[in-house]
């Protein structure tokens, strides 16, 4: 029940100065951070990371997306961890997220759009699919020393 997932603030959110406002938006609904670190990507690790979209017609510009600067990778940690971020984040399609979520507050491009301008879909951050895909990019992403092991407030009051 308790969950690790892997978010990234991707280039265009490290570039419009939203780190710690996007950070921020897990941390108030009592989820834990036990790992963060500033990265750049190479194509290789692209190409790790984004396996499942290598064939896709949009790999070429989330490849060029993902590498044009560095990207905030953090681990996060909560009881159904997987899904409660993945509605804080919101629909890939930042024209679809509902308000109230980071995509659907920060972002309105659709993803017709990026198609059509052959890019990728700049919508601020990524979030682990499902729980599989969440163990794989934590161990992709960390190494075990870099996970912390401590205990918030919320899991004293709330918890
Ligand atoms: P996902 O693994 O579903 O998050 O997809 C990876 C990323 O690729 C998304 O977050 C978008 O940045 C981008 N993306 C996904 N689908 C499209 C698409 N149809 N057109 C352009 N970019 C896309």
């Given at each position: 029940?308790?969950?690790?997932?892997?978010?990234?603030?991707?280039?265009?959110?490290?570039?419009?100065?939203?780190?710690?406002?996007?950070?921020s938006?897990?941390?108030?609904r009592?989820?834990?951070?036990?790992?963060?670190k500033?990265?750049?990507?190479?194509p290789?690790?692209?190409?790790?990371?984004?396996?499942?979209?290598?064939?896709?017609?949009?790999?070429?510009?989330?490849?060029?997306?993902?590498?044009s600067g560095p990207?905030?990778?953090?681990?996060?940690?909560?009881?159904?961890a997987?899904?409660?971020?993945?509605?804080?984040?919101?629909d890939?399609?930042?024209k679809f997220?509902?308000?109230?979520?980071?995509?659907?507050?920060?972002?309105?491009?659709s993803?017709?759009?990026?198609?059509k301008?052959?890019?990728?879909?700049?919508n601020?951050i990524?979030a682990?699919g499902n729980?599989?895909?969440a163990?794989q990019?934590?161990?992709?992403?960390?190494?075990?020393?870099?996970?912390h092991s401590y205990?918030?407030?919320?899991?004293?009051?709330v918890?």
């Open positions: 029940m308790i969950e690790q997932t892997l978010v990234l603030i991707k280039p265009d959110g490290v570039k419009r100065g939203l780190i710690g406002e996007l950070i938006r897990f941390e108030r009592g989820l834990k951070i036990v790992g963060l500033m990265v750049q990507v190479d290789d690790f692209s190409k790790k990371h984004y396996s499942n979209h290598i064939k896709k017609d949009f790999y070429k510009g989330l490849e060029k997306f993902i590498t990207v905030v990778a953090v681990v996060i940690e909560g009881i159904d997987v899904e409660v971020v993945r509605k804080i984040v919101g890939t399609s930042p997220a509902p308000v109230g979520t980071i995509r659907g507050d920060f972002a309105h491009i993803l017709e759009y990026s198609d301008k052959k890019k990728a879909a700049e601020l990524h682990s729980k599989k895909e163990k990019e934590v161990s992709l992403w960390f190494s075990l020393d870099e996970l205990k918030i407030s919320y899991e004293e009051h918890m």
